[in-house]
C-alpha cells in the first residue's frame, strides 16, 4: 500500500463497518448484479444510509476496491485529480507516475483536462491487470464546480474497461457523459426508492441496535409514516424509551434532529 499525503488519506480510506448498523443484503445485490458496467450511481437525501451501504459493499467484493471522498476542496480541479490518483494509489502502490508529473507541469488543468484524463485512463489500462472498482462519495459537493464536472465527465467517458465506477450523491447527477451511457446500458441507479429502509430493515435495526422488538404492524406503520428514512425513524421511536435510561442515552433528542436538519440540508440548500 503507497504512502499517501496526508492531507488525503481520510479521503481515500474507507469508513469502517460498525458492527451496530444493519446489513442491508438486498441492496447489496443489487450493486453486485451491475457490477459489470461501467457506472452505478447511489443517490438519495441525507440520512438514507449511502455511506453504510458502499462501505458493506467494499468489504464484501472480492475484487481490488479505491475510494474517494469528495469535499469541497474538490471543486478544485487539480486538487480532485491529486485525490483521484490518491485513491487508485492507495490501492495500486506504483499507479500515477506519468499522470503525476503531467499534472505537475500542467500550466492550466482545464485546458488541459482532456490530454490529462486521457493519460490517467491509458496508465489505468495499461498498468492495472485487474478488474477494480472505484467508489466516488458525495458528488454533491463538487456538483457547483464546471471544473470539476468537466474532469469527472471525461473520466467516466474514457474509464478503462477493467474500471467500474460508483458515485453516490445528496443531489441526482447529471453529467454528458452519463446519457450516453444510459443508451449504451451501462448505468444502473439506486435512488431513495431503493434506500428507503423496509419494515423488516426497521425491526432488525432496532432489534440489533437498541433491543426494542415490534410487531409487524408497528414495524409497517413505522416505515411507512417516515417513508423509509432512518433518521426519522429514530426520532420517532424516541418515545418509546421514555423512561428507560439505559436506552434513551442513545436515541435522538429534538436538539439532535434539529442540528443535523440545519447543517445536513438546511445549511446545504442554495441561496
Known amino acids: 500500500m503507497a504512502v499517501v499525503i496526508p492531507e488525503f488519506i481520510t479521503k481515500v480510506s474507507p469508513p469502517r463497518r460498525q458492527e451496530s448498523f444493519v446489513r442491508r443484503q438486498r441492496l447489496i445485490d443489487l450493486l453486485h448484479e451491475h457490477i459489470h458496467l461501467r457506472l452505478q450511481i447511489v443517490s438519495a437525501p441525507a440520512g438514507y444510509g449511502k455511506t453504510t451501504l458502499l462501505a458493506d459493499f467494499a468489504n464484501d467484493i472480492d475484487i481490488p476496491v479505491c475510494w474517494y471522498s469528495f469535499d469541497a476542496t474538490d471543486q478544485d480541479p487539480g486538487v480532485f485529480l491529486e485525490g483521484i490518483l490518491a485513491s487508485i494509489r492507495f490501492r495500486f502502490s506504483d499507479f500515477g507516475k506519468l499522470t503525476q508529473s503531467h499534472l505537475l507541469a500542467a500550466g492550466d488543468v482545464i485546458k488541459e483536462a482532456s490530454h490529462l484524463i486521457s493519460t490517467l485512463t491509458g496508465e489505468i489500462h495499461t498498468t492495472i491487470p485487474e478488474y477494480f472498482l472505484l467508489i466516488l462519495e458525495d458528488y454533491h459537493f463538487v456538483q457547483d464546480s464546471d471544473a470539476t464536472k468537466r474532469l469527472l465527465d ?112 438546511y445549511d446545504r440548500q442554495p441561496s
Open 154 to 265: 471525461l473520466l467516466l467517458d474514457r474509464a478503462s474497461d477493467n474500471c467500474h465506477i460508483i458515485i453516490s450523491s445528496r443531489s441526482p447527477v447529471e453529467l454528458p457523459s452519463i446519457s450516453k451511457l444510459v443508451v449504451q446500458r451501462q448505468v444502473a441507479r439506486l435512488d431513495a426508492s431503493h434506500l428507503s429502509f423496509t419494515p423488516e430493515e426497521v425491526k432488525e435495526l432496532l432489534t440489533k441496535h437498541y433491543d426494542l422488538r415490534l410487531s409487524d404492524a408497528d414495524a409497517d406503520k413505522l416505515a411507512s409514516d417516515m417513508e423509509g428514512w432512518i433518521v426519522g425513524i429514530l426520532f420517532r421511536t424516541h418515545g418509546l424509551f421514555v423512561g428507560d435510561p439505559h436506552r434513551e442515552t442513545r436515541m435522538l433528542t429534538q436538539q439532535d434532529i434539529f442540528r443535523y436538519l440545519a447543517s445536513e440540508v
